[in-house]
């Protein structure tokens, strides 16, 4: 069983370590399958080319494995325990099994059909959600980050093959346990690890999901400076899509041959309209959208309105500030998120009571508070008490859905195969 996880894991690393692209099963199932489940199999035939285990072992491990997932998880242990009471019962024809293989192990492997079918249902329902899910499962920092999603798949593979067929091994093997039978498999495996570099990883059914933000960072009715921020979210990293769309560097600026060491790196907060989801990833990149910003007749920036300040009198050491949000002149905003880092001590969200604060990027700790989004009627109001000894800081992102002419030209730029998420943000920040 442990060779049937570390095996495909191996590979899975050692296939990485030359390659420029990961995830290459992503839009292609088959090629997983081929590249890390035959190696899984040939690690559990590899210890029984010398010695042959005998059922009862295999039975002792499923009931050892119900009463653990038992524990761990309520509920979970019905696969051990299906596995075992079938097991028991299968036993009866090992007593036979030398004299007459080719029988006796057919009904054997018949009499342990409804386990096998149901390991294998459960397992492969869960190997096709997690490979659908690593597209958008969050990105990790370069190096290790590029192995992750690879790692975790072929661990899968090897867990779903220990679930499906580890039972039948210890009699199995005694035919399959051969030295050309498991060269043969590790050969598929190795086949599959070598062709899949040819294989590009998406497509229009399983795309790479990018999210493309326009930045605006606002002061009252000013805007201050405009940019792109990208990122993207499973392992193959930003640098992967404009090696493969050269049309968005192009767009962006960029000189062919660029260092990526040039790019910038996005600011903390830039994402705070969609935390959490901004957890998802770590690194994304900004690029400057090079023209001024000129603001539109009837366009009115979103801001924080401050209404009254009023003192406690029972207790001076403390203050409350009436406070108002104005959507300006946005019209398909999708969430406003209020940070609010300082003294503060209650507020007239969620019954006056203050959650745990939140540390995000390794920043101060904060408050976050999400507003979803256009009261059309009036202004979002709400108050928030602090003590007196410092001001708060109050940062507002309000992300909303309508894109400018240049952002929309941006996002029709990349290719079928990317699944590209855009929005414009504003970003201000407030002292009061």
């Known amino acids: ?67 653990v997932g038992t524990h761990l998880i309520p509920g979970n242990g019905f696969f051990s325990f299906i596995w075992a009471c079938f097991l028991l019962a299968a036993n009866s024809l090992l007593k036979t099994i030398q004299a007459k293989f080719r029988r006796n192990f057919s009904l054997y492997a018949l009499s342990l059909a409804v386990p096998i079918l149901i390991s294998l249902y459960v397992g492969v329902m869960l190997w096709q959600t997690l490979q659908e899910k690593m597209g958008m499962a969050g990105s990790i920092p370069h190096p290790f980050g590029f192995f992750v999603a690879d790692i975790i798949m072929a661990a899968t593979s090897g867990y779903v093959v220990i679930l499906a067929l580890s039972p039948l091994i210890p009699v199995a093997g005694i035919w399959l346990a051969s030295s050309r039978i498991v060269l043969f498999l590790v050969s598929l495996s190795i086949l599959g690890a070598s062709v899949s570099p040819q294989f590009f990883p998406y497509n229009t059914y399983a795309p790479k999901r990018i999210l493309l933000q326009r930045t605006f960072s606002t002061q009252g009715q000013r805007i201050l400076g405009a940019d792109y921020d990208l990122a993207v979210f499973d392992a193959n990293s930003l640098p992967f899509v404009f090696k493969n769309v050269e049309a968005v560097p192009k767009f962006l600026g960029l000189e062919p041959g660029f260092s990526w060491k040039t790019v910038s790196k996005s600011p903390s907060g830039t994402w705070m309209a969609i935390y959490p989801i901004s957890r998802l990833f770590v690194e994304s990149y900004r690029f400057s959208a090079g023209n001024k910003v000129v603001l539109k007749d009837d366009q009115r920036l979103p801001h924080i309105i401050l209404q009254n300040v009023k003192e406690d009198i029972l207790n001076p050491d403390r203050k409350r500030i009436y406070v108002e949000i104005d959507m300006g002149s946005l019209h398909e905003v999708w969430a406003s998120v209020l940070n609010i880092t300082g003294p503060l001590t209650s507020w007239s969200f969620s019954d006056e009571r203050l959650p745990v604060p939140e540390v995000v990027n390794g920043g101060p700790p904060s408050y976050i508070c999400r507003l979803s989004g256009k009261d059309t009627s009036e202004n979002w109001k709400f108050w928030l008490e602090a003590n007196t000894s410092k001001p708060l800081q109050v940062d ?24 590209t998420i855009a929005g414009s943000t504003y970003l201000s920040s407030y002292l009061i």
């Open 396 to 419: 507002l992102a309000v992300l909303d859905h309508e894109l400018d002419d240049d952002t929309r030209t941006l996002l029709h730029l990349f290719p079928s195969w990317a699944a």
């Open 1 to 67: 069983m442990a060779l049937a996880l570390v095996l495909p894991v191996l590979l899975a690393v050692i296939r990485l370590l030359p390659a420029t692209t990961a995830m290459s099963w992503f839009a292609h199932p088959w090629l997983a399958v081929l590249t890390y489940v035959p190696i899984s199999v040939a690690g559990m035939l590899i210890p029984r080319i010398s010695v042959a285990e005998k059922l009862m072992a295999s039975g002792s491990i499923d009931a050892s494995g119900n009463m």
